[in-house]
């Protein structure tokens, strides 16, 4: 995985990061098949999965992306992996990361839906963001950002 300084467009540098995801399997290598990072938990994390079926987080929150201070093995270090499951038995071909807006409350077009006896609540906030995937083996799965737990 490659970062780049998106305030920094206009010069000719490189990624400011990058590491390798290591989806690593003892009988063949596998590829990568997909990624997702979050919008609300300030873009810090991210989910890829692979051809074995499998998920993995990363979160980024601690990296000091543009600390050239810092050395590539100082900065790889800070990066956590919470969790890397087994999810599907087959290649995942699409994941997307699941999270609850930050409007809690009803737009007026939400009301224009609703039938005319129903009053419009205020939203409960989620527990959690969640993982969305599809894959070869013929299931969609929901799991739980935080720790991987299966949901369904």
Same mark, same amino acid.
């Given at each position: 995985?490659?970062?780049? !300084?998106? &305030?920094? $467009?206009? +010069? ?8 390798? *995801?290591r989806h690593t399997?003892?009988?063949?290598? !596998?590829? =990568?098949?997909? $990624? *997702?990072?979050?919008?609300q938990l300030n ?5 890829? +999965? &692979? ?9 980024? +929150? ?6 050239? *201070? =810092? ?10 992996? %919470? ?10 071909? @699409? ?5 609850? @807006? ?10 224009? =839906?609703?039938?005319? !006896?129903?009053? %419009?609540?205020?939203?409960? %906030?989620?527990? &959690? +963001?969640?993982? $969305?995937?599809? @894959?070869?083996?013929?299931?969609? $799965?929901?799991?739980? =950002? ?7």
């Amino acid at each position: 995985m490659r970062f780049w !300084d998106l &305030d920094d $467009l206009q +010069s000719q540098k490189g990624p400011v990061f990058k590491f390798h *995801a290591r989806h690593t399997n003892e009988v063949y290598p !596998d590829q =990568l098949t997909g $990624l *997702a990072i979050t919008k609300q938990l300030n873009n810090d994390r991210c989910v890829t +999965s &692979d051809t074995a079926g499998r998920i993995k987080m990363f979160n980024f +929150s601690r990296v000091d992306f543009l600390n050239t *201070a =810092l050395s590539f093995e100082e900065k790889e270090a800070q990066v956590g992996v %919470p969790w890397f499951i087994n999810a599907h038995r087959k290649l995942i071909t @699409s994941i997307e990361v699941v999270e609850q @807006s930050e409007d809690t409350f009803a737009d007026e077009e939400d009301l224009d =839906l609703l039938p005319e !006896d129903l009053r %419009p609540e205020q939203r409960v %906030p989620w527990p &959690d +963001s969640f993982v $969305l995937t599809a @894959s070869m083996d013929w299931d969609i $799965l929901m799991h739980r =950002l935080s720790n991987g737990v299966k949901i369904g």
